[in-house]
């Protein structure tokens, strides 16, 4: 493989990675949005929303990541994913606090995923493998 073809080919690797992790939390909130809610309420302190609450941020977050799986309006897209999951690892403060506590060892995962979508955001002019519009 040439040099100038691994960096397209890993960051599309890495964009096709987080696109999956964001989906799986995407659709937990169409599929169970009881457990969203929750989630909502004990890591973002925003309690009292319902199903269809849950619903709407699902469509919109549905909306934002298959931009950003296919590469369109990349500022946007993959700057909404940095932030979403910037958002959602850090909100996860007290699980890092006391990681051998019952699954909380797991939530670590979130830091190389949010190193993923920064380097995905800052090196978004270089994604151009599978990606809309491009050749």
């Known amino acids: 493989m040439r040099p ?10 890495l964009r096709l990675s987080v696109f999956l992790l964001m989906f799986m939390w995407t659709i937990d909130k169409f599929l ?19 199903a269809v609450v849950m619903y709407l941020v699902g469509i919109i977050e549905l909306g934002i990541i298959i931009g950003f799986v296919l590469g369109v309006q990349k500022p946007v897209t993959y700057g909404a994913v940095l932030v979403f999951h ?3 690892t850090l909100s996860a403060f007290r699980q890092y606090l006391n990681p051998f506590d019952g699954p909380n ?3 670590f995962a979130a830091w190389p995923a949010l190193a993923a979508c920064y ?6 002019d270089l994604d151009t493998r599978w990606v809309v519009g491009s050749r």
């Open 86 to 88: 910037g958002i959602s």
């Open 105 to 107: 060892l797991l939530f």
């Open 119 to 124: 380097a995905l955001y800052v090196l978004r």
């Open 32 to 50: 169970n949005p009881e457990h969203a809610v929750r989630v909502y309420a004990n890591f973002y302190f925003i309690g009292g929303l319902g």
């Open 4 to 13: 100038e073809d691994r960096i397209p080919l890993a960051l599309a690797f």
